[in-house]
């Protein structure tokens, strides 16, 4: 692809934490993942994108935004991105070829003049077309399966309590609710299978959880990289599927 959609507010909402040289890290690999439609593989990746003096930062981002698989890393947002393309691309040729193969009378016919090439002068996309992949959209149902409502502000709370280093949470937003309505929701489904359960159950394993998190150098912000800044989670990027899963697994746990 040579081309693709850049949400402004969905992608300020996620990388606010990253420093200059780690948001140019991840806009080029961006770039390299979008361009070349296949998995980046780790090695050498800071060279291919113009970044091999920031090696440490570029392996960073690409942990953080992207998802490690057999075949290399992905990145699930610009898979689905990537298919709308290939499969718009394909509807256009089986299209044409429909239109032009036959004529009337089943002879073969020469397709029109080509027709102009579209201009930038395109209707803007704006915020009421919201991006729905990354986080459940709005009015989706609290009550499922029976398990406790999310307690949004309790969880916030707790998070501010037992992480008093950590940056605070100011605005809590859309995108936020839903990542800690959906990781609520797994932690409620997992506690419910052992017993019966209520809010003050998960949100006490809520509070285990940031005691957790706090236990971690590298994700409270006491180990420096080479630069001499040093990394330091937030709520938000805590509760992201990937590195949510990571910080249960105690993978920041050993650095």
């Known amino acids: 692809m040579h081309y693709y959609q850049f949400h402004i507010g969905d992608y300020k909402s996620h990388t606010h934490h990253l420093s200059l040289i780690e948001d140019l890290a991840y806009r080029r690999l961006l770039d390299h993942y979008y361009l070349h439609e296949l998995a980046i593989r780790q090695r050498d990746i800071a060279r291919q994108i113009g970044m091999r003096d920031y090696e440490q930062e570029v392996l960073t981002v690409l942990d953080e935004f ?5 075949d290399g890393y992905i990145h699930p947002r610009a898979d689905l991105e990537i298919a709308k393309f290939r ?6 040729k089986r299209g044409a070829a429909k239109r032009w193969s036959k004529g009337g009378d089943g002879e073969a016919i020469s397709p029109p003049n080509p027709a102009p090439i579209a201009t930038i002068n395109q209707e803007p996309i704006t915020n009421n077309q919201k991006n729905t992949y990354i986080c459940p959209p709005d009015g989706e149902p609290e009550v499922k399966d029976g398990l406790p409502v999310c307690d949004h502000k309790a969880v916030v709370e707790r998070y501010h309590q037992h992480l008093p280093t950590l940056r605070r949470v100011e605005v809590w937003n859309a995108a936020r609710q839903g990542y800690l309505r959906q990781r609520w929701r797994e932690v409620a489904a997992e506690l419910a299978q052992e017993k019966q ?7 006490n394993w809520w509070s285990d959880f ?9 994700l409270t912000g006491r180990i420096q990289h080479k630069d001499g800044r040093a990394f330091a989670a937030d709520l938000e990027w805590i509760i992201k599927p990937t590195n949510f899963a990571k910080i249960i697994e105690g993978k920041y746990h050993g650095v």
């Open 197 to 203: 359960i209520d809010t003050k159950d998960v949100l």
């Open 66 to 70: 992207f998802t490690s698989t057999e």
């Open 87 to 92: 499969e718009f691309a394909e509807a256009g």
């Open 210 to 218: 940031f005691q957790h998190v706090g236990k971690s150098k590298f």
